[in-house]
């Protein structure tokens, strides 16, 4: 454990920033698996309905930090992808 002030500040903020990345990640992962299922399914609408969800979801992630930009850019290019190969 610490003994300094500032590090313990920092291990409080650290915990509190992981608990918040975490957060937004499993929101990014729930917003991605509903559109794989929708493309699974073969269900175009409610595809291009969850894509337009996860793609707002990613964004966020993107702007506060949680994913690098270009990551975030190859999550929705990727789901764009699949549901664009749809028939």
């Known amino acids: 454990m610490a003994n300094i002030k500032s590090a313990k500040k920092r291990i409080l903020t650290a915990q509190t920033r992981n608990e918040r990345n975490k957060a ?3 929101r990014v992962k729930t ?3 509903k559109v794989d299922a929708a493309v699974a399914a073969g269900d175009k609408t409610a595809a291009e309905a969850a ?3 996860a ?3 990613i964004d966020k992630a993107s ?3 949680v994913y690098h930009k270009n ?3 190859r999550k929705v290019s ?3 992808k699949a549901v664009g ?3």
Do not use: N, W
Request: aromatic fraction near 0%; charge should be positive; glycine fraction near 4%.
């Open 24 to 26: 937004i990640k499993s």
């Open 31 to 33: 917003a991605v698996k």
């Open 51 to 53: 894509l337009l969800a």
């Open 55 to 57: 793609t707002a979801e």
């Open 63 to 65: 702007t506060k930090g």
């Open 71 to 73: 990551t975030a850019s």
């Open 78 to 80: 990727r789901l764009a």
């Open 85 to 87: 190969k749809m028939a």
